[in-house]
């Protein structure tokens, strides 16, 4: 027999069963062991070690495996920083939404020569000299020679002269900016900064309430948007679900809810930033004296100057933005099938156009909802505004588009006339044969937008269209993967 002993009886094969089983704690010194149950076989016992972060750790405090707790800081700090990159981008679009609304609200009448001090004196001697004769010496110097001085104007019973012209600079408030200065959205935001009772900060006239109103517009109306779709979809086969109805519906109540908010923000753009002229000191001002002499709640969302306008204008811009890319598309030779998905660069071309035929809709709503806006009701007085507004207030919407296409001129920006000294008997002589001039400056032909005034009515057409110019471009750099992110609009 062998003296080295066998080790076939100590091997044990090795067991097909899965174990995870925590290692032991250290052996501590006059400590005893529990005894361990044997680990039935496939069976997992998973380690108490607690669950990793969040990817790349972005998230130190997120613990998946206990109920999630809220970290204040880090939501404070995400509230304030979205508030300031909202107000920032709301305020590098202001300018251009002032310059916008004060060339809607402005009232350029359709008027006659100017009188008064416009008028360009004659040198006397220039009259004198017409003739040579002996008869001269006998006539009556008063005869055949113009006036030096302006004829008087008219006063009141208080005496206070009567303004007959909004081109009179006699006349004219110091608060109010001169009419026919500024032809376009650029045009009037350098003449409000060089004017004298304004300067850049009215570039920012109602930056706040502007801001509030968009954001809550944003967050709103997808609320809105959802609780009708929740409503429509429900499984009733009664109910009906017209594929634009829910978008437009969404649009019109959120801006139904919001138009106070826009009517407080026409208002502090619209009035003077002088002082002693200025009606409203902040958005909680103009608001408290709305309610008190306006009507309160009721008069301002169910004034039919203000909610007519206010039905239209937000039903008319989401209903074409809607409609308009789809019916545009085949006519522009992309089929019926376009879509942002497919045909990225195709859709948004026809977004573009179908965008500036559409502002020859809006426009002139939105136009005549500021006038109404800028209208005072009730007991509350006139607003006094930067440019000029009509001193007879409109009736209603469509009172509102007869006047401005029929008593407003569109010939921006106006030049003013000026009279010519008479002529003597020999210079009449020597140009008869020539081609007449009009007194201010023109040919025969004048422009027929002086006799007109549907260009007021689309004020501001020009900035929108760049704008939607600018739009196409981004969308189509970025791959048009943000066709559909928004609706917003200068």
């Known amino acids: 027999m062998s003296s080295n002993p066998s080790l076939r009886d100590l091997y044990n094969p090795p067991s097909s069963a899965w174990a995870f089983v925590p290692p032991p704690p250290p052996a501590q010194h006059n400590v005893t062991a529990p005894p361990t149950s044997a680990t039935p076989p ?8 607690p669950a990793p972060n969040s990817i790349f750790d972005l998230s130190p405090s997120l613990d998946l495996s206990e109920p999630s707790s809220i970290n204040v800081s880090i939501l404070f700090r995400s509230l304030v920083a979205s508030a300031l990159l909202q107000y920032t981008s709301t305020a590098i679009a202001m300018p251009l939404e002032v310059g916008k609304l004060l060339l809607q609200v402005q009232w350029v009448p359709r008027e006659g020569p100017v009188s008064g001090e416009q008028v360009e004196e004659t040198e006397e001697e220039e009259v004198l000299s017409d003739t040579n004769d002996d008869d001269s010496y006998f006539a009556d110097p008063n005869v055949g020679i113009p006036a030096k001085y302006p004829a008087p104007q008219l006063v009141d019973d208080k005496g206070y002269i009567i303004r007959t ?3 009179e600079e006699g006349t004219r408030p110091e608060y109010v900016i ?21 300067g850049w900060l009215s570039l920012w006239k109602g930056l706040l309430t502007s801001c509030v109103h968009d954001v809550i517009f944003t967050n709103v109306q997808p609320v809105v948007d959802n609780i009708l779709h929740s409503i429509f979809f429900s499984s009733s086969p009664g109910l009906y679900r017209p594929p634009l109805l829910l978008p437009v519906a969404s649009h019109v109540i959120t801006g139904f809810l919001l138009s106070p908010l826009d009517l407080v923000r026409t208002r502090l753009i619209a009035q003077s930033a002088m002082q002693r002229h200025r009606t409203y000191t902040g958005p909680l001002n103009a608001f408290s004296q709305i309610l008190a002499h306006e009507g309160g709640l009721k008069g301002i969302y169910l004034h039919p100057h203000l909610l007519i306008p206010t039905l239209l204008d937000n039903t008319l811009r989401p209903l074409m933005h809607v409609m308009m890319p789809s019916l545009v598309a085949p006519r522009l030779g992309f089929g019926q099938h376009v879509a942002a998905d497919t045909y990225p660069i195709a859709w948004g071309i026809a977004e573009f156009v179908g965008g500036c035929i559409g502002l020859l809709i809006t426009l002139p709503v939105e136009t005549v909802r500021r006038r109404l806006q800028v209208q005072t009701r009730g007991t509350a007085k006139p607003l006094r505004t930067c440019v000029e507004t009509r001193p007879v207030p409109y009736n209603g919407v469509v009172d509102a588009l007869w006047h401005i296409a029929t008593e407003e001129r569109s010939d921006m920006p106006i030049k003013t006339r000026r009279s010519r000294p008479k002529k003597s008997e020999k210079e009449k002589e020597t140009h008869e044969g020539e081609e007449v001039v009009h007194e201010d400056g023109d040919d025969e032909g004048e422009s027929w937008l002086k006799n007109t005034g549907i260009g007021q009515l689309y004020r501001g057409l020009g900035m929108r269209v760049g704008a939607s110019v600018i739009v196409f471009l981004l969308t189509a750099l970025s791959g048009g993967e943000e066709a559909d992110a928004g609706w917003a609009e200068l």
């Open 165 to 167: 012209s909004v081109l």
């Open 178 to 198: 001169p009419v026919g200065s500024a032809d376009g959205t650029w045009g009037m935001i350098k003449r409000l900064a060089s004017f004298r009772g304004e």
């Open 42 to 49: 496939n069976t997992y016992q998973w380690s108490t070690r």
